[in-house]
Nanobody
Framework: QVQLVESGGGLVQPGGSLRLSCAAP????????MGWYRQAPGKERELVAT??????????NYADSVKDRFTVSRDNGKDTVYLQMNSLKPEDTAVYYC???????????WGQGTPVTVSS
């Protein structure tokens, strides 16, 4: 079973920053679009950001609600994707999930989720 290991969630004050990390098996990471999704209480899971594999350009994509505040990046040497979150708002409070979607097989993998709480 493919395992995506997330870390970095926690409690932060409004206006603060957090960085989430997600490590994936190399065989999956290299050929997958890596993404971050979030699910707030009582709401559906939504896309936050994605980044394509470096072999096809590594283009990133963001939800409008996080543009100019969040940055997704990938470290191919560590098979890890990051989500740098700045200027956090209470509405960013959610469980954040890492996702890997193979560009070859279209197989989809999820992490266990890491909670982020933005509150004073």
């Amino acid at each position: 079973q493919v395992q995506l290991v997330e870390s970095g969630g926690g409690l932060v004050q409004p206006g603060g920053s957090l960085r989430l990390s997600c490590a994936a098996p190399g065989s999956i990471f290299r050929t997958s679009t890596m993404g971050w999704y979030r699910q707030a209480p009582g709401k559906e899971r939504e896309l936050v950001a994605t980044i394509a594999p470096s072999v096809i350009g590594g283009r990133s994509n963001y939800a409008d609600s996080v543009k100019d505040r969040f940055t997704v990046s990938r470290d191919n040497g560590k098979d890890t994707v990051y989500l740098q979150m700045n200027s956090l708002k209470p509405e960013d409070t959610a469980v954040y999930y890492c996702n890997a979607r193979s560009v070859i097989t279209h197989d989809n993998y999820w992490g266990q989720g890491t909670p982020v709480t933005v509150s004073s």
